[in-house]
């Protein structure tokens, strides 16, 4: 059963959503040929120091890292 809360939650969403998707629509089209760089592209890299599962960000270099085995 649908609790009043999760309702009114619920209705306060879609009313956000629905305020923002024109210019959500807007800003996707202003960047519709923006190209990312080849080095921010996902790749295998070497990468030790972390435990396996660990997500390592270097915000100085604009690089994540997701630390595999």
């Known amino acids: 059963?649908?609790?009043?809360r999760s309702l009114i939650t619920g209705m306060?969403?879609?009313a956000a959503a629905a305020a923002t998707t024109p210019a959500l629509?807007?800003?996707?089209?202003?960047y519709?040929?923006?190209q990312v760089a080849r080095k921010y592209m996902p790749q295998t890299v070497r990468f030790t120091g972390y435990n396996p599962g660990t997500?390592?960000?270097d915000p100085r270099n604009h690089?994540?890292?997701l630390v595999e085995s």
């Open 12 to 14: 306060g969403v879609a």
């Open 1 to 4: 059963m649908i609790s009043r």
């Open 55 to 57: 997500i390592v960000v």
């Open 32 to 34: 519709k040929n923006f």
């Open 25 to 30: 629509a807007h800003h996707t089209a202003k």
């Open 63 to 65: 690089f994540l890292y």
